[in-house]
């Protein structure tokens, strides 16, 4: 099966300007979240979808960070204005609702962002 | 609050074995995971531990104590390849209430030497 995917791979943007990361999932995962990991230190949950409805977003900073999952396929993930402390890697995974498959979540390659 | 506790690295030599511990103090538990990161590359899921007791996936196992609130990942017959950071992640609710959400540790980088 396909994996996750992930784009950009790589994007350097100034501070105070915006981005956004697109993620499409692996085909049938009802369930998409959104890491974020600083360079040496584990992923953190930004937020968490279930088909097109939010299940948590309590570590999403809201002032800046948006994120939508329209049709529950692929989101995305927006970023305005971007702070030198958003600098990471920001990885999109996937994983099937229900049975064994649900305490898998699969990673996206992730996009790497550098605010200067 | 939320934390897991692992150490930062870990050295060893080909064909040694390796033990990753993992502390973990969560509001709620419903298993522990471990996960493999190269460097710039995805983190890949290795094995679930859902119950108390080891379960085995090749020369990786795993084991979970849900009484001391600790885990480890044992590592056999290690290779050059396995030279990668590794996580320890925990579910802290059940899936069929909020899905499979994880909260990773702060990983141990292992570095194996020929």
């Known amino acids: 099966e396909a994996g996750v995917a992930q784009s950009p791979r790589y994007k350097i943007i100034e501070k105070r300007q915006s981005v956004a990361f697109w993620c499409n999932p692996i085909s049938g995962h009802a369930t998409l979240y959104w890491y974020q990991q600083i360079l040496g230190q584990g992923p953190k949950l930004l937020i968490q979808f279930q088909n097109n409805g939010v299940v948590d977003d309590s570590q999403l900073p809201k002032d800046r960070f948006s994120a939508e999952r329209l049709k529950g396929v692929d989101s995305t993930l927006k970023i305005q204005p971007a702070k030198l402390e958003d600098s990471a890697v920001y990885l999109c995974?996937?994983?099937?609702?229900?049975?064994?498959?649900?305490?898998?979540?699969?990673f996206g390659a992730g996009s790497r962002l550098t605010v200067l | 609050g939320q934390s897991l506790e692992q150490p930062s690295e870990v050295t060893a030599v080909e064909g040694a074995i390796v033990q990753i511990n993992c502390t973990y103090q969560t509001s709620g538990f419903y298993g522990l995971s471990w996960y493999q990161q190269h460097d710039g590359g995805a983190p890949t899921f290795l094995s679930y531990?859902?119950?108390?007791g080891l379960e085995e996936t090749g020369r990786f196992s795993s084991f979970l104590s849900r009484s001391d609130s600790y885990g480890y990942l044992l590592l056999q017959e290690l290779q050059m390849k396995d030279s990668a950071s590794y996580f320890c992640?925990?579910?802290?609710?059940?899936?069929?209430?909020?899905?499979?959400?994880?909260?990773f540790g702060q990983g141990t980088e292992l570095s194996v030497k020929p």
């Open positions: 992640a925990v579910r802290p609710s059940a899936v069929y209430n909020q899905g499979g959400k994880l909260i």
């Open positions: 995974a996937s994983s099937s609702r229900g049975g064994s498959g649900a305490n898998v979540l699969t």
């Open positions: 531990n859902g119950l108390d």
